[in-house]
């Protein structure tokens, strides 16, 4: 047996050599054109110096020796025989070392050279033997983690049932090494932000063609959490970072819960970069202080910008952030955006979060729509409570807002109402820009009362439910459902943001936007009661494109009125952007008989 510690060291491997006499030195000339082939086509210059090195083994191995041995990248017209013996013995080592990397450790290597001068060759034969396997695992513990008790037992069981190099595996290097990366990582993500490999090592049998594998995993103390230690404020208070903190004095160490809060503070607008951390001393492992050090961004950003959607047309707009609003590290949130179908400015002032990461913020908003010949003009003002704690994202809202709507041919209207607002979304999906698979589900709730500066009493309910199903090993499957509901005595007095429309992008493709709803005049008005559904498949061709096929159904209608859902269905194209996919679609409106290209980014809601 050979004991290896960290990395396989090789032994003696059976070796045969055979030596021509003179070599001529290489010439100025052939140097210098090599240089010069290297930087202007790397390829052809690996390709050049290799010309005079043969490689004769398995195919598994091959490229292993072709792409990693020096020798192989040496030219041997010019050497002496004392540099060309040194060549061979480089060689042989060489190509023990990486046939050991992948598990091979009796190989039978023949190095000899052919020919002389210009023409000499370096033939490398090697027949690899049979790779090794893993025999056995002997993943020992110590430190904190090896004591008594039944929680510190599971996560022994945890750590070995996470072992990724598993008996008769095949033996390679770089997955011994992946797999005690692996390990670690696991110990010291909780409880244990000392832990260590204490010592590691491969036995290996040649003969046998097995490999035993122990690993001595030392976790030290358990570490708790004390205060915040801030570095790197110059504009800002210490209180604004701690305000962002959900880390309690006296925690238990977690490196999730760290990278969190460091994630929580990155995504602010007031600093550029941050780092959470502690010290990692097993010699002090209590009340260990969290440091927090953070670089400050500019608080004053301009921005401008432009883009098309199918939906609402061409835009172009601006927009200014300022950071520390009245010094008070308030977040003042303003912009114009003018689109060809709707118009609007806004600005809103978001304070930083308090008790419970509660977000608070109060804004004012101007708009004006044109949307299948209705015209709405809209103002409003209001205040909203915000809350994300892990998959939970809440929103509560009170909004006055005075809307005149001006539909075509028939008369225009007004409506006004101070409305309560009350949204929840809860999403489990593996990634929030680019999900295959989970679901995102989103409710709302809210009204309005006569008795409270409103034009009529109502209640608006509505759903959104979309499921993420893999197929295979890329392609997907999803299914969408919207379901709304207003009730009120009247529609009379209810602004539309209250009632349904469907139609369009991310809804109901193969139809204009929104024109799916109720006709009043040659307007197309909201209705009170809505339903949606979709289903979508997607097909990989790759990491970048794939092609979808989708059925998508809906309305908006009034109580009352006739129920039929109009399909829309067609294909489209997929393309991942670091924004998420991108979607063109080709899609037919079966009551309209046409056909919509439809264009949109396909996130989780």
Known sequence: MRAVSERVEHTAVPVAAQIPGELTFRSAWRFLCALFLAALCPAAAAQQATAGVVIEAPAEVRDL???????????????????????????????AALLDTEGYFAPVIEVRTDGAGNATRLVIQ????????????????????????????????????????????????QDWDAAKQAVLQRLVAEDYAAGAIASSAAEVDPESGTVDLRVVLDSGPV???????????????????????????????SQERLLALQGALQNTPYFSSVTVDVEHDPANPDLVPVRVQVRESKPKRVSFGAGYSSNTGFRVEASFRHADFLDRAWLLLSGVRIEQRDQFGYADVLL?????????????????????????????????????????????????????????????????????NESWTYRKVNSLIDPR????????????AK?????????????????????????????????????????????????????????????????LGVEEGDAVVGGQVLAVASAEYVHWFGERWGAAAFYDAGNAWDPGDSVKLFPGYGLGA?????????????AYGQRDSKVRLEFSVAIAF
């Not at 030219?75 to 025989?81: I, S």
């Not at 790779?131 to 510190?152: H, K, N, S, W, Y």
């Not at 698979?437 to 309005?448: D, F, H, K, R, S």
């Not at 979309?466 to 602004?495: C, L, N």
């Open 65 to 95: 020796l072709r792409k990693h041995l020096s020798v192989a990248r040496r030219d041997l017209a010019g050497p002496d025989e004392a540099e060309r013996l040194r060549l061979i013995r480089d060689a042989r080592r060489e190509a």
């Open 126 to 173: 090697v027949d690899p033997g049979r790779r090794a396997r893993v025999d056995t695992v002997d993943l020992q513990f110590a430190g904190d983690i090896a004591g008594p008790g039944e929680d510190r037992a599971q996560r022994r069981r945890l750590l070995r049932d996470a072992w990724s190099l598993k008996p008769g595996a095949p033996f390679r290097q």
């Open 223 to 253: 570490f708790t959490l004390g205060t915040l230690e801030i570095s790197g404020l110059e504009r800002y208070t210490p209180e604004l970072v701690e305000r962002y903190s959900t880390l309690s004095r006296g925690e238990r160490y």
């Open 352 to 420: 930083p979060p308090g008790a419970g990461d509660y977000r608070h913020s109060v804004g004012v908003l101007a708009e004006r729509t044109d949307i299948q010949n209705l015209v709405t003009r809209r103002a409003a003002v209001g205040a909203v409570r915000t809350r994300s704690r892990g998959r939970i994202e809440t929103r509560l809202s009170l909004n006055y807002q005075n809307e005149l709507q001006e539909p075509a041919d028939a008369p225009e209207t007004r409506a006004k109402a101070l409305t309560l």
């Open 437 to 448: 698979e989970g679901y995102v589900l989103n409710g709302q709730i809210g009204g309005a």
């Open 451 to 515: 008795a409270l500066l409103s034009d009529q009493n109502f209640v608006r309910s509505y759903v959104r439910y979309q499921h993420y199903f893999p197929v295979g090993s890329a392609d997907m499957f999803t299914v969408r459902g919207e379901f709304g509901y207003t009730a009120a005595g009247a529609k009379t007095g209810i602004p539309q943001e209250f009632l349904f429309r469907t139609g369009g992008t991310q809804s109901v493709r193969g139809y204009a936007y929104q024109s």
């Open 574 to 586: 997929r393309w991942r952007s670091p924004a998420g996919p991108l979607a063109l679609d080709v």
